[in-house]
């Protein structure tokens, strides 16, 4: 009993992440995870671009330039 006792406070978050992971996967609430984290980085894309304009689009020449 103390061997079990000493395993679950060891790996007791691997544990739970391990069973939430099962969840989501069981649940396909994957898809709508990664949408949001899509989401998320196309609101932060957007608004880098919107305040540093004149340094996108000097990146963006180079780039272009290149090929």
């Known amino acids: 009993m103390d061997n079990m006792k000493q395993f679950w406070d060891q790996y007791k978050g691997a544990i739970i992440g391990g069973l939430i992971a099962v969840l989501i996967l069981c649940t396909q609430l ?31 020449k180079k780039i272009i330039d290149k090929m």
């Open 30 to 60: 994957y898809r709508l995870i990664i949408g949001i984290i899509l989401i998320v980085i196309g609101i932060f894309v957007g608004n880098y671009v919107q305040y540093n304009k004149y340094t996108v689009k000097e990146k963006l």
